[in-house]
């Protein structure tokens, strides 16, 4: 049935008018971005085997009228009305062209401060939150897709506490997600047990806010529905390629792209199951791909139709692309290894240490054979000509992967048979092919006769499809249940786990959930954000089973 999805998503998001199949979006997009036959033809041969993906923007506006090309974008707020507005309009001129944006809010004054001009009180950044959100409304119905937003407050802003509090309801700014800035110190603070220090003091009101009443905040809204997510700041900044260029205060909507103000970025994956040779990843097949697709990802930012000059002048300044992985569960369940394991823990972070090497090796080249990026040499990379600050992260790939028909990203499976709904109504009832055949092997050993062996099967799905889990069902061999984990069977402790092997060998960041149980506490809640922070990652999205009503993956639903 997967093949309905995904012709389904190619109908519906990717070819245009005159297409009729992802041949044609391939030949599209190769042809708009090779420069000379033999690249286009490259190009079009590593999308064409779903070896490599750019980004949707890419696959759905190449060649075509709307010239748009990347992902992810972040604009400066300041504190005035014309900044606040022109962010305003600029967020919808991308959101129109299939980009998403983020935001941090903190320079607005905050609420029931004065305001000289108009002899009143200022409103705050999160009633202003509320016109991006409500735009972002108007514009979704016209695109292909619904815009996102990163809304993102600092942990030292007077208006911390509503700014949390803003999503508790659910369908409150529903086209963002939002994320508290926190820095080191702020984190010292929970982890020394300094809850009763303040945080931060109203100037006009004098209220005052300590890290217990932000950490509280925090935890109880992930509690409550899996928001906000959590940004570390210093980590974001130490890595950041262009220190000179300015501090990094944002993310775009799902996390992976920390950038500068006006900064865009176009993200590309590499589909790893592709790459699996009997018991072992093709390296050398790897590392060609990864070159490959570093050269497209950098003839994008010149071929892309920026949606503000501004935006193309800080994009072309540092030149940053965003390579990664998907397939990442997939990958480990063909090679026999859990996910949740030493072993490919191991792997993983071998895999993706190949891949930046070889995507640093290919920016090198093409530095030397063209340029360096422009502001390379105050650079963190001025000792070695590279032609791009930042080349990999990991991007959720939610759309593409269902184009390449692989897990996404770096997440674990949610499901191995399960409903899913898409846009107008329709359902699909998936079953992961590895899982069925697996199964039907476990089957057929444990079972004499083929009725009770296909009436097992079809017990084994149905439970999965109500309860989501194979764990409980005690007649499959156990190294089968230790393999088909989904990602509420996997500790909280070993999602992260994951994530911390990936990003120290990724340059930007990493859009990842870490699934708690549904009777996951507060408690819980605080220790995966202090164990995600002592594990050096820059940021942390949680979300506990069953606290969301709207989610896209129905598990109990009948087809
Ligand atoms: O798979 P696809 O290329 O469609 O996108 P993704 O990897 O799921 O998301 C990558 C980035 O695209 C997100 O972090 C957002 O910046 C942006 N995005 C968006 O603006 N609107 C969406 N509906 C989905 C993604």
């Known amino acids: ?179 508290v800035m926190v820095t080191d110190a702020f984190m010292a603070c929970i982890r020394d047990g300094k809850q009763d220090s303040v945080w931060t003091t109203h100037p006009a009101t004098g209220d005052e806010v300590t890290v217990g009443d932000i950490w509280d905040a925090i935890t109880g809204g992930i509690w409550k529905n899996g928001e906000p997510g959590v940004l570390f700041y210093n980590e974001i900044n130490h890595h950041n390629p262009t220190p000179l260029l300015g501090e990094i205060d944002a993310v775009n909507p799902c996390g992976e792209q920390p950038l500068l103000p006006f900064e865009s970025c176009v993200l590309g994956s590499v589909n790893l199951t592709r790459f699996v040779k009997e018991d072992h990843i093709d390296e050398v097949g790897l590392k060609q791909t990864t070159g490959i697709a570093v050269r497209m990802l950098d003839r994008i930012i010149d071929k892309n139709t920026y949606p503000l000059s501004r935006i193309e002048t800080a994009t072309k300044r540092t030149r940053k692309v965003g390579l990664g992985v998907m397939g990442v569960h997939d990958t480990l369940l063909m090679l026999g290894i859990p996910y949740d394991s030493a072993k490919g823990r191991v792997l993983c ?37 590279m032609r791009n600050a930042a080349l990999t992260c990991i991007a959720p790939t939610g759309s593409i992967s269902l184009l390449a028909d692989c897990s996404p990203g770096i997440e674990p499976v949610y499901s191995y048979a399960y409903t899913r709904r898409h846009t107008a109504g329709s359902s699909f009832a998936m079953l992961h092919p590895l899982f069925a055949q697996d199964l039907a092997t476990a089957a057929r050993d444990r079972f004499s006769s083929q009725p009770e062996v296909d009436q097992e099967i079809n017990a084994v799905i149905s439970h999965l499809r109500r309860t989501g889990t194979v764990q409980d069902i005690n007649w499959l061999p156990a190294s089968f249940r230790r393999l088909y984990k989904t990602a509420t069977d996997i500790s909280w402790k070993d999602h992260i786990r994951m994530q911390a092997v990936f990003q120290p060998r990724v340059h930007a960041a990493i859009s990842k959930t870490i699934n708690m149980p549904h009777s996951a506490t507060d408690d819980d809640i605080a220790a995966a954000i202090l164990f995600a922070w002592g594990s050096n990652l820059k940021g942390i999205t949680c979300y506990r089973t069953g606290s969301r009503r709207e989610v896209v993956y129905a598990i109990g639903e009948e087809t």
Not at 24 to 29: A, I, L, N, T, Y
Not at 364 to 374: G, L, N, R, T
């Open 1 to 179: 049935m997967t093949g309905s999805l995904t012709t389904h998503i190619l109908a519906a998001r990717y070819l245009r008018d005159d297409e009729n199949s992802f041949t044609d979006v391939c030949r599209r997009v190769a042809d708009a971005i090779g420069e000379t036959q033999r690249e286009k033809e490259t190009f079009f041969s590593e999308m064409h085997s779903l070896r490599f993906l750019p980004n949707s923007p890419t696959l759905m506006n190449a060649g075509t009228e709307n010239g748009q090309l990347a992902a992810c974008f972040t604009l400066p707020i300041g504190d005035s009305l014309p900044t606040i507005f022109d962010a305003l309009k600029w967020g919808a001129l991308i959101h129109q062209s299939g980009g998403g944006t983020g935001y941090n809010f903190s320079k607005i004054r905050p609420k029931a401060s004065p305001v000289r001009e108009l002899d009143g009180m200022a409103s705050g950044p999160v009633s202003f939150m509320q016109i991006f959100n409500q735009a972002t409304e108007i514009i979704r119905q016209g695109g292909r897709r619904r815009g996102a937003n990163m809304g993102i407050l600092n942990a030292d802003h007077p208006d911390i506490l509503t700014f949390i509090h803003a999503k508790e309801r659910e369908g409150d700014l529903a086209n963002f997600n939002i994320s």
């Open 349 to 385: 972070g071998h895999v993706m240490e190949c891949i930046t090497t070889a995507a640093v090796e290919t920016s090198h080249v093409i530095a030397v054979e063209s340029d360096s990026f422009p502001a390379w040499d105050n650079s963190r990379w001025n000792k070695c000509p």
